[in-house]
């Protein structure tokens, strides 16, 4: 569940490395899904075989998923899990693995159209079919995030929608009533401005987090790249999309506009949210826990605010489980990949609250969607019905650049919002061809 910014010219080249080892043909194991699906049984070979398992989780984030691990080679004690915790550079280093033929034997992915072009990763279609697994288990949106090219690359891992965490002691301060689902625009403009004052932002707004600011552009009717993944040219560009960017300026000149050392962003501003630096921030669910424990604010969460006639449209977090094309223990990383997807493992790894479950099953029995904290993310799973423009085009890494740069001409220099869009929209379209 992350948002990766990397070098575009070193991402082209490690696509160029695995393509051309896949056109190599590899080292001539385990070249179909299928075949390996054939001899697939419930606990794998009863010899002893060890996995690599490798994930950009580390320390308290980490430790849901060993404990799932841990529980998975009891069952399956002819099995060993190694993990690999690679919490910097994940998908450049991931894409030399598979390049190297060095990838781990099951790994967390949650950008595909980033890999799949290089013909590295094993397509679980074939798996499913084989043994039936059922797929209605889970969440119909996060399937769609674990598809691209019209296939199956993974089986969901966690989850987790985005919401706005408010600090109640800087509400109580300014006077200012707490925001309430259902709020508007412009309450959350004229709250903003009421929780600012020297020293004290009332929400971090910039330019720099295109990622994050998806909802609002859905929300309202519009979207950064068509469905397809083909089209940014009338996308970005729409009359609703001015109107989105009409609506963040406001936000940015309302608070962020005094962050022009860019101290903070909106996805890290956790610290300054802890220390009464800022007092609503827009986040996922996996710092919940650890502040609740720490006790040292009283904090509540509320969905987005959303536009006059708009409607809720929440972005999802989420990856998947996937294995390489070559791999060598393919039947007990798919046993692997089951379990941690599954009922069992997904239901171990979200036992403290810091994501849901995959499985729509657990995710009732945990009743986190009426848990007071939680409550706003399970309304926020409500109305996601969106992929993350990441997951729509490979190329979208060098298009979020260029649109990158649209968003600070307007934020930073107050270019004219229609003209600038038009500009980026043109610009960002080339790069798709």
Partial sequence: MISAKRSWMSVVVMVLCVSLLAACGGN??????????????????????????????????????????????????????????????????????????????VFMAWNYPLYVPGGALEDLGPWVEKEQYDLDMYYPILMDYMKYDGKLWGLPTTYSPRAIYYNKKLFDDAKVPYPQDGWTWDEFVE???????????????????????????????????????????????????????????????????????????????????????????????????????????????????????????????????SMPKNGEHKDEAWELIKFMSGPEGSKIITANKFAFSPVMQVDKENGYANDPYLKAFAKELEGSDKLIANMRTEKWSQAEDIIRSGFQAIFYHNDDIKKMLDTTAQKAQEVLK
């Avoid at 490798?54 to 691990?69: E, F, K, R, V």
């Avoid at 993990?83 to 033929?101: F, I, R």
Wanted: glycine share 12%; aromatic share 8%; hydrophobic share 35%.
């Fill in 191 to 321: 709250m903003v401005e009421k929780l600012t004052k020297p020293g004290q932002y009332g929400f971090i707004a910039t330019p720099d987090d295109v990622f994050t600011a998806q909802p609002f552009f859905w929300s309202n009717g519009g979207d950064l790249i068509s469905d397809d993944g083909k089209q940014i040219e009338g996308v970005l560009n729409s009359e609703q999309n001015v109107k989105t960017m009409e609506f963040l300026k406001r936000v940015y000149d309302a608070s962020s506009k005094i962050n022009t050392a860019g101290k903070f962003s909106t996805n890290n501003g956790i610290e300054a949210f802890q220390t009464g630096q800022i007092a609503m921030w827009d986040n996922g669910m996996w710092p919940l826990g650890d502040m609740l424990a720490a006790g040292k604010l009283d904090l509540g969460t509320v969905t987005h605010p959303i536009p006059e006639g708009g409607t809720l449209k929440g972005i999802i977090h989420t990856s998947g489980y």
């Fill in 28 to 105: 001539g194991k385990n070249e179909s899904g299928s075949e390996n699906a054939g001899s697939a049984s419930a606990g794998g070979s009863q010899k002893k075989v060890t996995l690599r398992f490798m994930t950009w989780d580390s320390g308290q984030t980490l430790q849901p998923y060993q404990n799932a691990i841990n529980a998975f080679m009891e069952k399956h004690p002819n099995i060993e899990v190694k993990v690999e915790s690679v919490p910097d550079n994940y998908d450049q280093k991931l894409l030399t693995a598979l390049a190297s033929n060095t990838a781990p034997d």
